[in-house]
């Protein structure tokens, strides 16, 4: 089975301030690994993705997260935060126990940008 | 092009009665997924079907159902409801039989009073 735990389930930073929002992953296969985000009474959309090939992962808005194997961690990075990321953020992985047909999702967090 | 439409968008209900959510999948996209997601928590998977046969199903009791139609658009059920069952339910699509390519509709919020 997979599990993923993020880190802070409330992460507050400034407007232009770094983002750093954690997520580690514990699987017993190779995993594949999303974030996504969700904006108040809407769905989740896909920031980025994991499968294979290179480690750093390049999304939308500007996000990208770093998948170290040795850490078991798939961290999102912004480097300058912007009003419209405030949002509820989920780490997610997907294994093959499951075929890959299934998301297991983290709690989430929550990131304000205070001005 | 429309994305993944869920109907009704919000909806009450009293305990113990049955309720139907309906989702239009991305035109082309064979595969649809459930997923509940309770007010504070990450979603959490209940099925999947792709080419109308279910092909992935979460630790949900029996009182959860879902099929897919020929048209690839999917209805989930719930029956004898529950107060827990309270829960925004996020339909996705995806154009293959994984999970890889999820697009997320704005989701059905149940509320069970």
């Known amino acids: 089975a997979q599990s993923v735990t993020q880190l802070g389930s409330h992460v507050s930073v400034s407007e232009g301030a770094l983002v750093l929002l954690r997520c580690n992953y514990s699987s017993s296969v190779p995993p594949y690994l999303f974030w996504y985000v969700q904006y108040p009474n809407q769905g989740l959309q896909l920031l980025l993705k994991?499968?294979?090939?290179?480690?750093l992962v390049k999304g939308i808005n500007g996000f990208e997260a770093e998948f170290k194997k040795s850490e078991t961690s798939f961290h999102l990075t912004k480097p300058s935060a912007h009003m419209s990321d405030a949002a509820e953020y989920f780490c997610?992985?997907?294994?093959?126990?499951?075929?890959?047909?299934?998301?297991?999702f983290g709690s989430g967090t929550r990131l304000q940008v205070q001005p | 092009d429309a994305g993944v439409t869920q109907s009704p968008t919000h909806l009450i209900k009293t305990r113990g009665q049955q309720v139907t959510l309906r989702c239009s999948p991305i035109s082309g996209h064979k595969s649809v997924s459930w997923y509940q997601q309770v007010l504070g928590q990450g979603p959490q998977f209940i099925f999947q079907?792709?080419?109308?046969?279910?092909?992935g199903r979460g630790n949900f009791p029996d009182r959860f159902s879902a099929r897919q139609f020929p048209n690839y658009s999917s209805e989930l059920n719930v029956n004898a409801l529950l107060l827990g069952d309270s829960a925004l339910y996020l339909c996705?699509?995806?154009?293959?039989?994984?999970?890889?390519?999820?697009?997320f509709g704005s989701g059905t919020r149940l509320t069970v009073v």
């Open positions: 079907y792709y080419e109308k046969e279910e092909r």
């Open positions: 997610a992985v997907s294994a093959m126990d499951t075929g890959r047909r299934a998301l297991t």
């Open positions: 994991y499968t294979t090939g290179a480690t």
């Open positions: 996705a699509s995806s154009p293959r039989d994984n999970a890889h390519g999820y697009t």
